[in-house]
């Protein structure tokens, strides 16, 4: 085989992986934020660090299966940490996040409420904005009928498979 083809076929394997990465769709996933229901009129709300821990943790558990599904690519949001801590609650900001998402280079942002009502009950919620656009292009929530990891992990991950990528799976 002559040379200038051994190149050619080196060349071309060397930008397949780079073009196939550049059309998955970059994402800014930001912490998620919680309101315990209990501590409403509290003078200083006490959130519990479990509560707290299991924020990060459904955080967390959705940019890992974001990572993992090839459509996505996480966008770092480590440099913005001080205009997020700023911001939040993000929640409350009227999509104030895309323009942090705009800085950090995202095609969309996401963002996360949980509600806890009790320690029988949690709701779970996502929004999805178009950077360009800024407007809200999913909503979604899942209940929680418990409060430990792994029923709040197992709602994120119904979150994911039933309302984050329904869309996806129809087409």
Same mark, same amino acid.
């Given at each position: 085989?002559?040379?200038?083809?051994?190149?050619?076929?080196?060349?071309?394997?060397?930008?397949?992986?780079?073009?196939?990465?550049?059309?998955?769709?970059?994402?800014?996933?930001?912490? @998620?934020?919680?309101?315990?229901?209990?501590?409403? *009129? #509290?003078?200083?709300?006490?959130?519990?660090? $479990?509560?707290?821990?299991?924020?990060?943790?459904?955080?967390? #558990?959705?940019?890992?299966?974001?990572?993992?599904?090839?459509?996505?690519?996480?966008?770092?949001? +480590?440099?913005?940490?001080?205009?997020? #801590?700023?911001? +939040?609650?993000? !929640? !409350?900001?009227? *999509?104030?996040?895309?323009?942090?998402?705009?800085?950090?280079?995202?095609?969309?942002?996401?963002?996360? @409420?949980?509600?806890?009502?009790?320690?029988?009950?949690?709701?779970?919620?996502? @929004?999805?904005?178009?950077?360009?656009? *800024?407007?809200?292009?999913?909503?979604?929530?899942? #209940?929680?009928?418990?409060?430990?990891?792994?029923?709040?992990?197992?709602?994120?991950?119904?979150?994911?498979? !039933?309302?984050?990528?329904? $869309?996806?799976?129809? !087409?």
């Amino acid at each position: 085989m002559p040379r200038y083809l051994i190149f050619c076929l080196a060349v071309m394997l060397a930008v397949l992986p780079v073009s196939a990465a550049s059309s998955a769709t970059k994402v800014a996933v930001f912490p @998620f934020d919680l309101r315990d229901v209990e501590q409403e *009129g #509290e003078i200083v709300p006490q959130l519990k660090e $479990e509560d707290l821990g299991r924020v990060k943790l459904v955080a967390e #558990e959705l940019r890992v299966l974001l990572q993992k599904d090839d459509r996505y690519e996480l966008v770092d949001m +480590a440099p913005f940490a001080s205009e997020i #801590e700023m911001a +939040a609650p993000l !929640n !409350n900001c009227d *999509g104030c996040e895309v323009t942090i998402a705009q800085k950090a280079g995202a095609d969309i942002a996401v963002t996360g @409420f949980v509600d806890k009502w009790s320690d029988a009950l949690i709701s779970i919620q996502l @929004f999805v904005r178009d950077v360009a656009s *800024g407007k809200v292009t999913k909503a979604m929530s899942a #209940e929680v009928r418990g409060n430990t990891d792994e029923l709040w992990l197992h709602g994120i991950r119904w979150l994911w498979r !039933n309302r984050f990528n329904a $869309e996806e799976k129809k !087409n």
